[in-house]
């Protein structure tokens, strides 16, 4: 079993939809949870960051941890075309000197106009 | 702006033929790490350096090496490259303990004929 399972996709929605992509992860010592948008042949941008349990705001877009779930949420309300792109969850336990991240395989989203 | 820049973008080598890809950073951060990343695939750490500290993952290929002159340098070395070795490859940042923040570069195209 994955550390971090997400669903590939891809995941085809019309403009002003309200997108729901997710993430279950199986190791209870994760804390640090983010979200990561990858243009097609570019670099991940990190789109959310969220600590421990809980929901965080950023304009459209939505990050939600339920740690008793091992379950994470990203919702983009008012989908636009311009967010079709691949989108990374990413988690780590923290700690220590360095951060590493386990990331999830992606979910492709293509956002029709 | 501060950055992560990556050259080249785009690299053709042949088998067996080495090739160095060169990341570099204006974030001034002390954490500069190398990922692979295969089509559909999540992003797979090779190694990362915590200041001149090199820190290798358990399976990553002897063939694939690093070097990190200075604090805005780092650079990989794939030494005899086979044609599983095609990927994009992402170097990130951070700052140190705690943050668990990483900032990608916009990631160099492998191709190996």
């Known amino acids: 079993q994955k550390e971090v399972e997400q669903d590939p996709g891809p995941l085809s929605v019309p403009e002003g939809a309200i997108v729901s992509l997710n993430c279950t992860y199986s190791n209870s010592a994760f804390q640090y949870f983010m979200w990561y948008r990858q243009y097609s042949r570019k670099g991940p941008e990190l789109l959310m960051y969220?600590?421990?349990?809980g929901n965080k705001e950023d304009g459209r877009f939505t990050a939600q941890v339920d740690k008793s779930s091992k379950y994470i949420s990203l919702f983009i309300r008012d989908s636009q075309p311009s967010d079709s792109a691949t989108y990374l969850c990413a988690m780590s336990a923290g700690g220590g000197a360095t951060n590493k991240l386990i990331f999830g395989t992606g979910t492709l989203l293509a956002v029709q106009p | 702006d501060a950055m992560v820049i990556q050259n080249p973008r785009y690299q053709v080598t042949q088998f067996g033929k080495p090739v160095t890809l060169s990341c570099s950073q204006t974030?001034?951060?002390?954490?500069m790490y190398w990922y692979q990343q295969k089509s559909s695939q999540a992003p797979k750490l090779l190694f990362h350096y915590y200041d001149k500290d090199f820190n290798n993952e358990a399976d990553t290929p002897d063939n694939f090496q690093s070097r990190r002159p200075n604090t805005s340098f780092c650079f990989l070395d794939i030494r005899s490259p086979g044609l599983g070795d095609a990927a994009m490859y992402l170097c990130?940042?951070?700052f140190g303990t705690g943050a668990n923040t990483q900032y990608f570069g916009p990631g160099t195209r492998l191709t190996v004929l």
């Open positions: 974030l001034n951060h002390n954490v």
């Open positions: 990130a940042t951070s």
């Open positions: 969220t600590y421990s349990s």
